[in-house]
């Protein structure tokens, strides 16, 4: 008689990478998968599986490495397979408020259609497993006129700040690190979908995805990450689609002679040299030798529109693929300086209970309390009595020549100074120095450069008058001279020599900002990210103990 075994049981779990994205709950599996992938679906004993394999190609240096080759041709191929599983599966496990999760593998997230997908899933996942004391690494992009993104990785565990982020200017894009539970995952990292690092067996991928959905819904990333709910990245294509309608439709306003806030404001790209001028090109512009303007104004956009044949003109999306911004010379469009016309509206609006921000070519939603906020903050720093209420100075330096001929006001434009052991820095101290200690800054908010830079250039200036003895003396020296040359005397005593050291809280920064005020509120306003990145500015000025204001001159 066979004595009887006992059956081994067999581990099959080993360490392995998730990629793991959560279905929207408006949209099917069909809509995930895109109908030009080459993937195709195969039967499967629970959930929809798709796999694909590509021919062999060859690669583009293999004709190089057959010039060297001594053994006639090498025969090279690349290849790639790919593979999606999706899974239902509920956050209880109790067969309740199931969702659709998507398993990518190999080349198989590039058969996947972004928009059918929650966005930023996996970022709200990761900041609800990993404490802040915990991360590895975070991508992050500054919003200004021209957005920097970077990565900032931390060769171990790190708090949050250590990473230096800009709570009120940066845009958290992807996060990772060590979990609190790591019977849940050894790492996580997330943005729209999650990648998770564990030891698992296939049997236990439907249990972490219902662990990644409990966590989802979770709210513990508000107490320490509650700023990623500031600002949010509009990645729905429905509802940018929707946007851009509206867009469209203030543009229509505009031709048809009724009033609209849709603004312009020239992202730093094209940056022309002193002189030039901007031209509008595209479908629905009359052809032959362009005007030129010497600023960004949605006023000469849609005159020089209603100038050709608007009508041509039939959506939104004609006007994002057409219409360009470029630098005039003899009447002739430069096409290596130029610009999306899309890419420089600037709007806001509130559409359905929540307020969207369009600006340098993307849509933003914007937390109530955060716009707020920041719209409390600028309207604090925004002077009543401006030092020009109204100019008939159709750019800065015409400005610069106007205010000349105030005899309180010194003119240090262009001035240049260098701080100690930075020779050639050539820092401009300010525009104007005025008898009331104030350091005076202007902008063409309709310019060549972004209202942004006028901040930077407000707090390096006044950082340098504070700690460097090296630029007061050569600032102090220039005013001496400017003075004698207008004409002018007494400024010199207001601005200490190298020796001595000032006191902040006696000088003021003025950030002086030529703008056309809005057509449908006729009042003067800044784009909504230059308040944002104002209010950053204006912190730091103030910690050093400077008074900080915003003066808006309305341009006639």
């Known amino acids: 008689m066979a004595r009887a075994t ?22 099917t599996v069909e809509d995930a998968v895109r109908s030009s992938s080459d993937i195709r679906e195969v039967p499967a004993k629970s959930g929809r599986l798709y796999i694909g394999q590509t021919h062999g190609n060859s690669p583009d240096w293999l004709s ?62 990761t900041l609800n497993s990993v404490a802040r004391g915990a991360l590895r690494n975070l991508d992050v992009a500054t919003l200004d006129s021209t957005t920097f993104q970077k990565r ?34 050894n790492s996580l990292a997330g943005k729209d979908a999650l990648t998770i690092t564990s030891r698992l067996s296939p ?18 990333y508000q107490k320490d990450y509650g700023f990623i709910d500031q600002i949010v990245p509009v990645r729905d294509g429905d509802l940018q689609k929707q946007l851009d309608d509206l867009v469209f439709t203030e543009v229509q306003l505009l031709i048809n002679g009724h009033p609209s806030d849709l603004h312009m404001t020239l992202p730093e790209i094209i940056d022309p040299e002193e002189g030039h001028d901007f031209g509008y090109f595209g479908i629905g512009f009359k052809s032959g030798a362009k005007t030129g303007f010497g600023e960004l104004a949605i006023e000469d956009y849609i005159a020089e529109l209603k100038a050709g044949r608007p009508a041509e003109v039939s959506g939104i999306a004609e006007l994002k693929a057409s219409h360009e911004v470029r630098i005039v010379v003899d009447g002739q469009g430069d096409k290596s300086k130029r610009r999306r016309v899309y890419d420089c509206f600037v709007y806001e609006l509130t559409y359905k209970k929540n307020t969207y921000v369009l600006f340098s070519g993307d849509w933003y939603c914007i937390e109530d309390k ?34 000349d001929k105030d005899p309180d006001l010194l003119n240090l434009d262009k001035v240049k100074a260098s701080p100690s052991g930075a020779a050639g820095a050539n820092l401009e101290p300010c ?19 972004p209202i942004s830079h006028l901040w930077n250039q407000g707090i390096v200036s006044a950082e340098s008058f504070v700690r460097d003895d090296v630029f ?14 207008a004409g002018k005397s007494g400024f010199e005593a207001l601005l200490p020599d190298g020796r001595s050291k000032p006191t902040p809280s006696e000088y003021k920064v003025i950030y002086g900002i030529m703008r056309h005020p809005y057509q449908r509120s006729k009042k003067l306003g800044l784009p909504f990210f230059s308040k944002v990145s104002l209010r950053a500015a204006a912190s730091r000025l103030q910690l050093i103990g400077y008074t900080v204001e915003v003066h808006l001159i309305e341009k006639l």
């Open 472 to 485: 007061r003396k050569s600032m102090r020296d220039s005013a001496i001279k400017r003075q004698w040359k």
């Open 152 to 185: 900032i990785q931390s060769s171990r565990k790190s708090d949050l700040r250590g990473f230096g982020i800009d709570y009120q200017n940066d845009l958290l894009r992807l996060a990772g690190g060590v979990p609190t539970d790591t019977t849940f995952a």
């Open 370 to 403: 955060f716009f707020a906020e920041v719209e409390k903050g600028y309207q604090a720093l925004l002077s009543a009595t401006p030092i020009r209420a109204s100019t008939k100075s159709t750019n800065e330096q015409e400005l610069i020549a106007e205010l």
């Open 64 to 125: 190089i490495i057959n010039q060297y080759s001594a053994e006639g041709d090498i025969k090279l191929e690349n290849k790639s397979c790919s593979s999606v599983l999706f899974l239902e599966v509920s956050p209880d496990g109790d067969g309740k408020a199931k969702r659709t999760f998507a398993l990518a593998f190999g080349g198989g997230h590039l058969a996947l259609t972004a928009d059918a997908f929650v966005r930023n899933f996996g970022l709200r996942v």
């Open 6 to 27: 006992k059956a081994k049981s067999v581990d099959d779990s080993k360490t392995m990478t998730l990629s793991v994205r959560l279905l929207r709950d408006d949209k």
């Open 431 to 449: 525009d104007f120095f005025s008898r009331d200690k104030e350091f005076i800054h202007l902008k063409d908010g309709h310019g060549s450069a």
């Open 203 to 220: 049997n236990d991928i439907a249990k972490k995805c219902e662990q990644a959905l409990k966590l989802f819904n979770a709210t513990d």
